[in-house]
């Protein structure tokens, strides 16, 4: 994975990797208790999200096949675009931003120790943008799409102009579509037990559904 661009890498001993699912959970048990909001975000910022990270990282990043270029909206926190790209390792990540969100983009790549040349940010200034971003990640898209060429599309993050936009170019061509699951936390946008879904391909589903199977 050394020629991919995302150079984070979980500060863990061997043996705290082994253990890392039951610490995991041993965290959570613990976050759930805290009625607090502050030493909730306080808790979930410093002792379970990192932990995610790591899950993600072992989980899928080192286990699951490179493609050329993910893309991925973004919304105004770091942590769901944290996780999809340490889902859905890729040589290249396309952010999709708002002008507010343009600084989460880099945010997540200072994080994630991304080589600047290995991402790009596609920007939008007012809304309703929904042709513009059509027009805009179509066209990058189509410059890029050739037989050997693969992508991902997750649609976790983002509003959901920019989830409904790229969802509608992954499914007219028929590219994979991902999102992150998890279970949100009480009095908090923040989520756990964060699992990578993949979702059907829309046009074989439209395919039996006319065949009546």
């Known amino acids: 994975m050394g020629d991919l661009p995302v150079h984070y890498k979980p500060d863990l001993t061997k043996s705290e990797v082994q253990n890392l699912e039951s610490t995991y959970r041993k965290k959570v048990k613990e976050l759930l208790k805290l009625t607090d909001i502050k030493e909730i975000n306080k808790f979930y910022d410093e002792e379970v999200f990192p932990l995610s990270m790591a899950r993600f990282y072992y989980e899928y990043y080192l286990n699951t096949e490179v493609v050329d270029y993910l893309y991925l909206p973004v919304g105004l926190q770091v942590n769901s675009p944290i996780l ?8 290249h990540i396309v952010f999709i931003a708002s002008t507010e969100s343009k600084k989460v983009c880099r945010e997540v790549a200072k994080i994630l120790k991304i080589k600047k040349d290995n991402y790009s940010i596609l920007s939008f200034r007012k809304e309703p943008y929904f042709d513009e971003i059509i027009e805009t990640v179509a066209s990058h898209f189509f410059l890029r799409k050739e037989s050997r060429t693969t992508f991902v599309f997750d649609i976790t993050s983002g509003k959901k102009t920019m989830s ?27 989520g756990i037990n964060e699992v990578k879904t993949y979702l059907p391909s829309v046009k074989l589903l439209f395919e039996k559904l006319e065949k009546g199977e």
């Not at 999809?84 to 040589?91: D, H, N, Q, T």
């Not at 936009?165 to 699951?181: C, F, G, L, N, Q």
Request: hydrophobic content about 50%; charged content about 15%; proline content about 6%.
């Open 164 to 190: 409904i936009a790229i969802a509608s170019i992954a499914i007219t061509y028929d590219m994979p579509m991902v999102y992150i699951e998890s279970t949100n936390v009480k009095k908090m946008f923040k």
């Open 84 to 91: 999809s790209v340490l889902a859905s390792p890729a040589k």
